[in-house]
């Protein structure tokens, strides 16, 4: 079993910042790829950034230089730092974890919950 919990999420007016953190447990072997995914009101799923297990990141080109992505590898857990936050902003943020469990060593992505990120004045 492998769970994904999202934390960070709220409301915050335009122009502030949020962290989003999101850490993978469980019975697992390794950790792979891991990022964000968010989700606007009435739109569908879009890829926000993603992050290697050994560092390299990708992003949409409507964040880029205003969200970072980062992990810490020895905990499993994955973090986005967003500034600079919009309206456009304002969605459910969702994790991934791209994990290999024991003892198959399968690797599955695993998803959270979501969190909520609202940019209101």
């Known amino acids: 079993q492998v769970q994904v919990v999202e934390s960070g999420g709220g409301l915050v007016q335009p122009g502030g910042s949020l962290r989003l953190s999101c850490e993978a447990s469980?019975?697992?072997?390794?950790?792979?790829?891991m990022g964000w995914y968010r989700q606007p009101p009435g739109k569908q799923r879009e890829l926000v950034a993603t992050i290697t297990s050994t560092g390299s990141t990708n992003y949409a080109d409507s964040v880029k230089g205003r969200f970072t992505i980062s992990r810490a590898n020895a905990k499993n857990t994955v973090y986005l730092q967003m500034n600079s936050l919009t309206v456009d902003d304002t969605a459910v943020y969702y994790c991934?974890?791209?994990?290999?469990?024991?003892?198959?060593?399968?690797?599955?992505?695993?998803w959270g919950q979501g969190t909520q990120v609202t940019v209101s004045s």
């Open positions: 469980g019975t697992i072997f390794s950790v792979n790829a």
């Open positions: 991934y974890a791209g994990v290999q469990t024991v003892p198959s060593r399968r690797e599955t992505n695993y």
